[in-house]
């Protein structure tokens, strides 16, 4: 069983400047990413650096699912003005 500070600690070694929370009950995980490497980037495509930076736990079935909400620094703060 893979533990949620193991993906964070992944995350920010994969994504530059990553913020990086986690949450879950060590198979399925809930990650919040914000990263000014997401801007300019589609959804897919942050999803997809997400999943690069997982890939070998993802592979070898560590970690079986993460549902994931990826924002740059700019997103994260007018989400949080918004309440």
Excluded at 60 to 66: D, G, P, T
């Amino acid at each position: 069983m893979i533990q949620p500070e193991v993906i964070e600690n992944l995350l920010r070694g994969g994504i530059a400047d990553a913020e990086v929370r986690v949450g879950g009950d060590g198979e399925h995980f809930q990650a919040l990413v914000i990263s000014p490497a997401f801007e300019g980037v589609s959804r897919i495509e942050r999803h997809r650096m997400v999943y690069q930076a997982l890939r070998a736990e993802l592979e070898s079935e560590a970690l079986h699912a993460i549902s994931m909400r990826t924002l740059t620094p700019q997103e994260h703060e007018q989400e949080q003005k918004a309440g």
